[in-house]
């Protein structure tokens, strides 16, 4: 209510909403309906707004000296709120998420794990391949279901095409050869370990977010 | 409507400068290093590879994986990259909206 006291009774309920909007990240600017939570502005921030009023806040309430400097501030501060609203952008890349990170160092161990395996024959591990297979594909939906993922999506479709030579194309050659050989299995290793490092640098990149 | 005066612009413009100085310049360091560490790896792997190859470890089809493999990690590589360069253009944004915010309101007298 603070926010809209200076307003010409008029335009009190316009110039009310359109600044709640702005505190609470959407809502109703001149009648239109606008949702501003991708420019971080809004509950995030609206702590961030509020610090230089806090000190006032309690004197206000108690001595109404600092009622007209108070006001003008919001004023101006409203103007600030339009400014830096208007030079914000959404993010262009997920935030670090722990549990996609978690995944892709559960995925990699045991990914590694099972390509030792692989000199002995296919049909002996059957089902450590399913379930692996399993595994990786919930890592790589859980990826999938996140918002602004596209080059970590990418980098996982890499690693998993059978048709290329990283994971997908290792279980595909170990499943049309029986077996491979002891020292190749080594050297892919190393290879698809740092594959899926790639994911995980990116992964340990992003921005962390309080919640993250 | 209430305009910015030419002081609380170049204040931002200041802080705004050596925050991507800070930012960018690290990420550039670390994108030139992973470069150079990725061809480096690249360069004994294929070395070592070669060796096996002489020594019957592995045989050519096994060789072949391994260098479309290395194709497929550089890609990985450059991916990887490309979303860290967003991450830190995305934490500049973040960075510079404070840098305003902080600079106007302390110009306002708060």
């Known amino acids: 209510l603070l926010l809209a006291s200076f307003a010409n009774p008029k335009f009190y309920n316009d110039v009310l909403s359109r600044k709640m909007t702005f505190v609470v990240g959407w809502g109703t600017i001149h009648s239109d309906q606008c949702d501003i939570s991708c420019w971080r502005i809004g509950n995030q921030l609206f702590g961030f707004f509020m610090i230089p009023y806090m000190p006032f806040l309690g004197e206000v309430f108690g001595a109404n000296r600092f009622l007209p400097r108070l006001l003008t501030a919001i004023s101006q501060k409203s103007v600030l709120i339009f400014l830096t609203a208007s030079i914000t952008a959404c993010s262009t890349i997920s935030a670090y998420d722990q549990t996609a990170y978690q995944q892709a160092v559960n995925t990699k161990v045991d990914a590694l794990v099972l390509m030792d395996k692989a000199v002995e024959p296919y049909v002996n591990h059957r089902n450590d391949i399913a379930a692996f297979q399993t595994e990786l594909q919930k890592a790589y939906e859980y990826e999938r279901g996140r918002p602004l993922s596209k080059i970590t999506l990418a980098q996982w479709d890499i690693l998993r095409d059978p048709n290329r030579d990283l994971l997908g194309g290792f279980l595909k050659e170990w499943k049309q050869e029986g077996k491979l050989m002891p020292v190749y299995v080594e050297r892919k290793k190393d290879q698809i370990g740092a594959a899926f490092d790639q994911i995980i640098q990116l992964e340990s990149g992003k921005i962390k977010t309080a919640g993250g | 409507m209430a305009t910015l005066s030419n002081d609380i612009k170049d204040k931002i413009a200041q802080q705004a400068a050596t ?55 550089a890609e990985m590589q450059a991916l990887k990259q490309a979303g860290l360069a967003q991450a830190a253009i995305d934490t500049f944004i973040n960075g510079f909206i404070q840098i305003v915010i902080s600079v106007a309101v302390k110009a306002i007298g708060f």
């Open chain 2, 19 to 73: 925050l991507a100085q800070t930012l960018f310049g690290k990420f550039i360091n670390e994108a030139v290093q992973d470069g150079k560490d990725f061809l480096q790896r690249t360069e004994n792997d294929i070395s070592t590879w070669l060796q096996d190859l002489n020594e019957g470890e592995i045989t050519q089809k096994n060789f072949e994986s391994l260098v479309r493999g290395e194709k497929d990690l």
